[in-house]
């Protein structure tokens, strides 16, 4: 619960996998532009602090949340579910997936819109051209 009250925005902030690997390779390159006298002293210090990063971060450790929204992504699978915002306030609701399409048909149809017949975004790039040719053009 105290997850899904975070709301839909929220982000667990994951790290990359290989992050420390290219922390590695970027060290390496900007080493390799200083002079060649230094490179192994710096190349030493860069070695024990990934080992130092390495010994506190694991491999094996992952983000706190990430068990319970791997859970909760199974649930809804084996469930046919869809988590959703809310239409009024800052909630989060969990349907099942039919129920939460027919919504959207419902909306769509209730609402009389119009599905467009032809992609119109060629001619809004020709009028975006036509407009920059006009503005650019000192004498139109």
């Known amino acids: 619960m105290n997850l899904l009250q975070k709301g839909m925005k929220y982000n667990t902030h994951s790290k990359k996998k290989n992050r ?3 922390l590695a ?3 390496e390159t900007a080493i390799n532009q200083l002079p060649s006298s230094d490179r192994e002293v710096y190349r030493k210090l860069v070695a024990d602090r990934i080992n130092t990063l390495i010994m506190q971060n ?3 450790q992952t983000h ?7 859970s909760i992504q199974t649930k ?6 869809t988590v959703t915002q809310a239409d009024k306030g800052n909630s989060i609701v969990i349907l099942p997936t039919p129920q939460y399409e027919t919504k959207i048909q419902d909306f769509i149809l209730n609402n009389k819109f119009r ?3 032809a ?5 809004f790039q020709a009028q ?6 006009r503005e650019q053009d000192p004498n139109p």
Do not use: F, G
């Open 20 to 22: 420390i690997q290219n």
């Open 25 to 27: 390779l970027e060290a």
């Open 58 to 60: 694991p491999t094996h």
């Open 64 to 70: 706190p949340e990430a068990k319970v929204i791997r």
């Open 76 to 81: 809804l699978k084996e469930n046919n579910a």
């Open 115 to 117: 599905t467009a017949t």
């Open 119 to 123: 992609d119109p975004t060629d001619t």
């Open 128 to 133: 975006v051209r036509k407009n920059s040719k």
